[in-house]
């Protein structure tokens, strides 16, 4: 109980930059689709919800693993947009090296099987990242 306030603090901190980093994210994801993210969600979309749900839940988890071993809340912000970034470019290769499936069309075509595998890829990769960028 004696360090309450200052671990209140570090809480908020660390809430406001995972916030910062969720907010950067989406916008960096929704600037790598090819269909309006937030259009497609409000419409009801279940694979698109589930897409950007699961890109989100990838940085929370980058920006989890990042916080546990890092000291610095700089570093904490650096760290995790790197893991945005390498989460950006593991999405462009995945729809580079699948050339018959276009993972965005099929995505706004509400397709539930791709939005699946997509979840599984993006969580898998980001608990990877997240190991690399402790």
Do not use: E, M, R, T
């Given at each position: 109980m004696e360090n309450l306030g200052l671990n209140?603090?570090?809480v908020a901190v660390g809430v406001g930059i995972l916030l910062v980093v969720l907010v950067c994210g989406y916008?960096?994801?929704s600037k790598l689709t090819r269909y309006n993210d937030s259009e497609e969600i409000a419409k009801g979309n279940e694979a698109a919800g589930m897409y950007m749900g699961s890109k989100l839940l990838g940085l929370c988890i980058i920006v989890g693993m990042v916080s546990f071993s890092t000291h610095s809340w700089l570093d904490m912000l650096m760290w995790s947009?790197?893991?945005i970034i390498i989460l950006?470019?593991?999405?462009?290769?995945?729809d580079?090296?699948?050339p018959k499936m276009r993972v965005c069309e099929e995505i706004a075509r509400g397709n539930m099987a791709v939005a699946q595998l997509l979840r599984s890829i993006i969580i898998g990769v980001s608990i990877v990242i997240g190991t690399f960028l402790m």
């Open positions: 209140l603090v570090n916008f960096a994801f947009a790197l893991g950006c470019l593991v999405y462009i290769i995945f580079f090296l699948i």
